[in-house]
């Protein structure tokens, strides 16, 4: 049976597994303790219980950790939404309050505002697609319907077959089409609770006589499945950065014409290979469909399919506390799975996510492909800073743990994978629950922890960071990485 094993986060930092944040706040801290210990010398004990103190805290800070973070991690997080607060950059009020009402425009709070719709049409020249242009970040972002199938049912071979052909599509993602522009793509995988009953509006719609006994049964059991049915979307975003692609759309004129041609190129070319990966696709989405769905995330009531696409953003919105996030007729809080299972685990291990939680969730997986000679770089750099902890320790007489044993197999492991062919990728997992109430979603994040705990996953609630964690996290738009700096992969 095929089995993935995800390699352990690094615990590596700087020196020694610290970071640099915590090297300074510790070696303050050190200092504050000897001149504490001066101080107290020469006889100034109030002096001397200050510094005493403050060495207490900076070394405190420097080597805890809160919420699976340090706290030196902390800080830029807290002073960020502390300043969002100041300037009440916390609360969002949009469609109608907002500034530009125009039907281009793309009404999104926080760093999704940037947003607007680029008009392009199909090689039908009947159907249009939903291209959103990000000027000032100069990508193009759109959105692919696919239709799941039940893969834990499916046979063994089937489902070998099919994992197969996704780590084809994931490949050809990172080799071909990121060098012909594609910046990052994203798996949106949405689990809402079907309210409208759809097996009993479709017995409503077609049957012939209401009157029969086969009737009735049909629609009482339809009437009782419905409070316990769901409707699954699963949705595949990629995003094009238009300087990669600023040869071709200068050749094809320049214009923001030009950029939706050579975009819709590469789609038609992305969805063959989905579609020869053996997924059904539902094909890009509409300006109409894509804002629906944008507005379904922000507004649970809404059920509409197409929305006018300037209404896809939310009526208002705003952080509750640190933990939660509001918008319009849902409360939403965004998990991020920080370590993967770090057991081997069967191609099905994320099922009992889908089908052992209730309510609405969504499961977003962004991922972006790391540049051939930039990734043989950081395995490169990451083989010789392990080996140089490894004879650090030797020399200091050190423990050397299991973990970082583990750590270690795993950089050679990625070095044979990258040697053989494969794509390395950044990536992150995040885990968005909404509910209509902060005590259901209080509940509701309760059991999505406990399944993911079970599937061998650690998760943290991204205290302080809700409001950009839900556009990451419940919007397909391919969003939540920090951008790569220079040569650091």
């Not at 949009?94 to 719709?117: E, I, M, R, S």
């Not at 968005?432 to 993911?452: F, I, K, M």
Request: hydrophobic letters at 45%; aromatic letters at 6%.
């Amino acid at each position: 049976m095929t089995q993935f094993h995800f390699p352990p986060r690094s615990t590596r930092g700087s020196i020694l597994g610290f970071s640099w944040g915590q090297i300074g706040t510790a070696v303050a801290g050190v200092i504050c303790l000897v001149i504490a210990a001066n101080m107290l010398a020469v006889g100034r004990q109030g002096a001397a219980g200050g510094l005493l103190l403050a060495a207490v805290l900076l070394l405190t800070v420097g080597l805890l950790r809160i919420r699976g973070r340090r706290v030196t991690e902390w800080t830029p997080i807290v002073a960020g939404a502390l300043a969002q607060r100041v300037a009440r950059q916390d609360r969002y009020r949009g469609t109608v309050w907002a500034a530009n009402p125009g039907t281009k425009h793309l009404h999104l709070p926080g760093p999704a505002a940037g947003y607007q719709w680029l008009p392009a049409v199909a090689a039908d020249g009947l159907t249009e697609v939903g291209l959103l242009h990000h000027r000032r970040e100069g990508t193009v972002t759109a959105t692919l319907a696919c239709a799941g199938s039940n893969l834990v049912l499916a046979d063994t071979s089937v489902q070998h077959q099919r994992l197969t052909a996704w780590a084809d599509v994931a490949n050809l993602l990172g080799t071909e089409y990121a060098d012909s522009g594609l910046a990052r793509w994203s798996l949106t995988a949405r689990a809402v609770p079907d309210v409208s009953n759809r097996a009993q509006r479709y017995l409503a719609k077609q049957a012939v006589d209401t009157g029969t006994a086969a009737y009735r049964s049909l629609a009482e059991l339809t009437a009782a499945a419905g409070p316990g049915t769901q409707r699954h979307d699963v949705f595949l975003t990629v995003v094009f950065d238009v300087r990669k692609l600023s040869g071709e759309v200068a050749d094809a004129g320049g214009t923001d014409a030009a950029i939706a041609t050579v975009v819709l190129d590469k789609l038609t070319g992305v969805r063959a290979a989905v579609r020869e990966a053996g997924i059904e696709t539902g094909g890009w989405l509409t300006p109409r469909q894509y804002a629906a769905v944008l507005r379904g995330q922000f507004d649970p009531e809404d059920t509409d399919l197409e929305v006018a696409p300037h209404t896809a953003g939310p009526v208002a919105a705003e952080t509750v506390g640190w933990s939660s996030y509001r918008h319009d007729s849902g409360f939403s809080q965004t998990l991020w799975v920080y370590e993967m299972p770090r057991q081997p685990v069967p191609m099905t291990w994320m099922t009992p996510l889908f089908t052992r939680t209730v309510g609405r969730r969504t499961v977003a997986v962004v991922a972006e492909p790391v540049p051939a000679q930039l990734a043989q770089l950081a395995t490169r750099r990451d083989k010789v800073a392990r080996a140089g902890d490894e004879v650090t320790k030797r020399r200091m007489r050190l423990v050397r743990t299991a973990r970082e044993d583990e750590e270690a197999r795993a950089v050679e492991q990625v070095d044979r994978e990258q040697a053989a062919g494969h794509v390395r990728y950044r990536y992150a997992v995040l885990v968005t629950v909404t509910a209509d109430s902060p005590e259901q979603l209080r509940h509701d994040v309760r059991a999505v922890r406990r399944v993911l705990a079970r599937c061998g996953c650690q998760a943290v609630v991204l205290y302080g960071e809700q409001d950009q964690a839900f556009v990451a996290g419940a919007l397909p738009l391919a969003r939540g990485l920090k951008p790569m700096r220079g040569w650091f992969a």
